[in-house]
């Protein structure tokens, strides 16, 4: 897929994004580029292959314990607070 010019002041203008006009063709190329790129593995023969949650066959991804680490200040940062509220902060209400 080749981008156009517009295409990049579009994607440039949602991204809120300023580019100078020479940086234009340059996004156009390297755009484009990696659209191609993106395109070619579109067409690697994926049918049958079952996805992966690990690169290495028998292999998982090993997690630390659960542990508690620190103790529990929520009194000590909450009295700080202009409103708190059953342990929670109260704040102004901003939406109708």
Same mark, same amino acid.
């Given at each position: 897929? &080749? ?12 991204? @809120?994004?300023?580019? !100078?006009?020479?940086?234009? $063709?340059?996004?156009?190329? &390297?755009?484009? %580029? ?8 579109? /067409? =690697? $023969? !994926?049918?049958?292959?079952? $996805?992966? =949650?690990?690169?290495? $066959?028998?292999?998982?991804? @090993?997690? /630390? ?8 200040? @929520?009194? !000590? ?15 102004? %209400?901003?939406?109708?």
């Amino acid at each position: 897929m &080749s981008l156009s010019r517009a295409d990049i002041e579009n994607i440039a203008r949602l991204a @809120r994004l300023e580019l !100078t006009e020479a940086e234009i $063709p340059v996004y156009v190329d &390297s755009l484009s %580029k990696i659209f191609a790129f993106v395109g070619e593995l579109d /067409r =690697a $023969p !994926t049918s049958g292959i079952a $996805p992966m =949650a690990h690169p290495l $066959p028998g292999l998982a991804q @090993r997690l /630390r314990a659960d542990e508690v680490s620190e103790p529990n200040r @929520r009194d !000590t940062y909450q009295q700080n607070a202009p409103q708190v509220e059953a342990g929670l902060y109260l704040v102004p %209400k901003v939406i109708e």
